[in-house]
């Protein structure tokens, strides 16, 4: 079944410096979700990305989807506390269900 | 509007004991669906159902059974419970229509087997 990928597993920055999460997968993605989710909390959806190539910025918030439609990464521009948290992929599955990745924890240090 | 609610928010069972954990959505969603969240394992989906009277197997669903009796709920049933069945349980719900399947994830069950 359908699998992706997601790197770094965790990542601990300082407050002001940016961050990094990709999501990979061996076959083509008909469309990439993105969820964040708060330490003790439940995911909330964040974007879906569905065209080749496609960028979409949410504040210092940036995702892309590769030009092959395997691969998608969200770039945090000046991390804040506010910012920690687990942020997951998760592709389109088929019959109406959706493949997390495993997530990226994202620590910030003030 | 409540959005998806969770109940109980917490249990502890011993092994070999048996609960129910009831899913709840006010958005006159479709789909639903259940996940169990374990460190660095992600989101894995357990069953779920794409309408009233529907249920379908995920990819763990077994030691887990489900109703969804009425579109509004649910239900995610644990038999003979198992250590191995301590996680973060949440359920989620989507539109099924329109372009976005934005799942709408409820507050989450912790469940402990002893």
């Known amino acids: 079944g359908q699998q992706v990928m997601q790197i770094p597993q965790y990542q601990h920055v300082q407050e ?5 999460t990709y999501c990979n997968s ?6 990439i979700q993105w969820y964040k989710q708060r330490p003790g909390g439940h995911p909330v959806f964040l974007i879906q990305l569905v065209k080749s190539g496609e960028v979409k910025k949410q504040k210092r918030l940036t995702f892309q989807f590769g030009e092959a439609k395997k691969n998608s990464s969200l770039h945090i521009t000046a991390t804040q506390t506010t910012d920690v948290g687990t942020y997951f992929c998760a592709a389109d599955g088929g019959g109406n269900k959706l493949v997390f990745g495993a997530g990226t924890i994202l620590r910030v240090k003030s | 509007n409540a959005g998806v609610t969770q109940t109980p928010k917490f249990r502890v069972l011993k092994t ?5 954990l009831l899913c709840a959505q006010d958005m006159n969603h479709e789909y639903m669906y259940w996940y169990r969240q ?3 394992m992600g989101l894995r989906l357990i069953h779920y159902s794409v309408g009233e009277g529907t249920t379908a197997k995920g990819e763990v669903p077994d030691g887990y ?6 579109k509004q709920n649910f239900l995610l049933g644990l038999e003979s419970a198992a250590p191995s069945q301590t996680s973060v349980y949440f359920c989620a719900s989507v539109n099924g229509q329109g372009f976005t399947y934005e799942q709408y994830f409820g507050p989450g069950t912790r469940l402990t087997v002893t």
Do not use: A, H, I, Y
């Not at chain 2, 059974?65 to 009425?70: A, D």
């Open chain 2, 38 to 40: 374990d460190p660095g």
């Open chain 2, 65 to 70: 059974n489900v109703s969804r009796l009425k």
């Open chain 1, 16 to 20: 002001g410096e940016d961050f990094t």
């Open chain 2, 16 to 20: 070999g004991q048996s609960m129910t």
């Open chain 1, 26 to 31: 061996s076959t083509t993605l008909s469309n």
